[in-house]
């Protein structure tokens, strides 16, 4: 990804920090002494939107076990959210993020004009799948999760025949009341899809939508916990999260759209200002290996590895029909659906 934007040294920006003469000085950098370095610091803030608070509590304590000296403070929220508060600390000039973990990819080219991220190569970035190779700025942030935003069914209520099949099919009046959704303005990969919506049904889709005052939430995970209490019965939904609460016996469907699911990707990034950075790198190391790839799988989260294979039941991505946003278009359509939607589902 080419960016206009002037290179300036991370270490400057760090140079009052006790332990910036510990950063290491390049991505070959002895992971001994990185470590060490990191213990010192004993601990990471982590601002993460890409899965549920359980989950990320998880992955916190598993590099703690990998760690140990090291805890994770998880600071978890929807997409937007995130991002908010991170620009809110930056303008305060009180930074307490370490690393940022984004549901919208668009987030971290403005970070990264702002010079707001550090410039570090993690050894495991070498390992990143050929799928998400290009989603990411070398040197700066990388993917580190995926998921499909699709159609989620409570199966108790819908009968598979009955079921919406495409993304048009939720306007139908039958689905009046009965449906569920996230908001762009709190969830990154609502944001994402809705700039897809609108790029290929026009604002006309929501509209529509609209006249069937359908449940609206703040997380992309929302419509999951309405279906689940059986609240609504169709909806929009992460496929890592809505196979997750299905392997727990929930009567949550998912539906494939003919049209086409729209990949999210979570892209990570240590934070310039960092107070602990040593631990931070460590911590952008890990979310790239086969480990936090275990964990990923586990939860039914695509992480960017392709050495750790996904747990039986969804398809493999080759055999999707793939909607993809580019970086540019988000950055240019996220603050404009957020708008309409505000002003269309008031």
Known sequence: MSMDVTRRSVATGLAAL?????????????????EAAARKEGSITWYIAQVDSETAEK????FTARYPGVKVSVIRTTG???????NQDLKNNAPQCDVFS??????????????????YTPE??????PAFKGLGEDGYFYPTTSTLMLIIVNTTKVKPEEAPRNWTDLL???WKGRAAFGHPGFSGYVGVWTVQMRKMYGWDFFEKLARNNPRIGRSGNDPISLLNAG?????????STSLMVADRGNPIGIVYPTDGSVLCVG???????????????????????????AICAEHRIDASRADVPPKPGAKPLSEVKLLSVSTDELIKSVPDVIEQWRETFS
């Open 124 to 129: 495991n970035a070498a390992f990143i799948s």
């Open 102 to 119: 984004a549901t919208d990819i668009g987030h971290m080219p403005a970070l990264r004009k702002r010079n707001a991220l550090a410039n």
């Open 59 to 62: 992955m916190g304590r598993a």
């Open 18 to 34: 006790g332990s910036a003469a510990l950063l290491p000085r390049s991505a070959s950098a002895d992971t001994a002494e990185l």
């Open 267 to 293: 892209p990570s990034a240590v934070m310039a200002s960092a107070p602990h950075p040593n631990a931070a790198r460590l911590f952008m190391n890990w979310l790239l290996s086969t480990e936090f790839a």
């Open 172 to 174: 139908d009046p039958k």
């Open 231 to 239: 609240e609504c019965v169709v909806g929009l939904g992460p496929l």
């Open 80 to 86: 937007q959210v995130a991002f908010e508060r991170l």
